[in-house]
């Protein structure tokens, strides 16, 4: 068995069949240019396991990263290995189907997370004034940000599930962008100390603006204007106004949030 190896931004694995980013290894499952079952996922595991002890502090970013590709790996594995009950037997179509949009979602998370990591390095999301002292620990109450991205990824389904009944015929631009959504998320606080989450979507909501609703919250989150709450076990999270939000009078100019 190999080691794991980080080469810049990238983790790479060593297996029998395989030899290179886990990134890689997921899209080749997927366009059917790599056997699944050919593939060791436990000895990928074991490596990306002793790689974690080696580091210094733990990276979260790559412990989700890799928890997220293994995930789907197991999944399209699972499905390929083991015989399914007859009652239980689904359209292979129906099959693909899922599994291409559980891999366009975590692509898509990914993209969006570094997007807003790029644009936080340049200082061109969101340019705070001078006199604003910017913290940037989050606050979250009996939420984990899994929790959160858990809460995303079943808006991203169910969206998915309604896109699936409509034809598409024409491309449709975003009617929301992250700075909208910033302001919308602002001005309904003006009024209430705290909105439900369910709330920041419309029933016609798409995937792009389900993206640019979390990258909003993200942003809120980082710059302490609001925190997130959750006051029951598998209760709905709430977004509540942060200790930096004071009376809401803050500037929220276009060119200050990048739109």
């Given amino acids: 068995m190999g080691m794991i190896q980080r080469a810049s931004e990238e983790v790479k694995v060593h297996l029998t069949d395989f030899d290179g980013p886990i990134d890689l290894l997921l899209q ?23 790689f974690l002890n080696e580091l ?5 970013d790559l412990a989700s990263e890799f928890i ?14 083991l015989p399914k009950p007859v009652e239980e037997e689904e359209e292979p179509e129906d ?3 899922l599994l291409r ?27 705070a004034p001078a006199v604003m002292k910017v913290n940037t620990n989050w606050k979250l109450d009996g939420v ?6 858990n809460a995303f990824t079943a808006i991203l389904a169910r969206v998915g599930e309604n896109a699936a009944k409509i034809e598409k015929t024409t491309i449709k631009l975003d009617r929301f962008t992250v700075a909208d959504k910033i302001k919308d998320v602002v001005t309904r606080l003006k009024t209430k100390d705290r909105i439900r989450f369910s709330q920041l979507f419309a029933a016609d909501i798409t995937r792009s603006e389900v ?4 990258l909003a919250v993200l942003e809120l ?25 004071g009376d809401g009078n803050f500037d929220l100019t276009d060119s200050e949030f990048g739109a």
């Fill in 68 to 81: 997220e590709v293994g995930a789907i790996l197991v999944e399209i594995k699972s499905k390929q290995i």
């Fill in 221 to 245: 989150l980082k710059r302490q204007l609001v925190t997130c709450q959750q006051t029951q076990m598998f209760g709905e999270i709430e977004i509540v106004k942060g200790g930096a939000f």
């Fill in 211 to 214: 993206i640019n609703t979390f």
């Fill in 56 to 60: 210094d502090t733990l990276d979260l």
């Fill in 144 to 149: 984990s940000f899994d929790d959160l991205t």
């Fill in 28 to 50: 080749l499952v997927r366009e059917h240019k790599l056997d699944i079952k050919t593939v060791r996922l436990g000895d990928m595991t074991a490596q990306y396991l002793s």
């Fill in 101 to 127: 949009q559980r891999l366009e979602e975590y692509a898509l998370f990914k993209d969006a997370s570094e997007d807003l990591k790029t644009m936080d390095e340049v200082g061109r999301y969101y340019r």
């Fill in 95 to 97: 099959s693909e189907a």
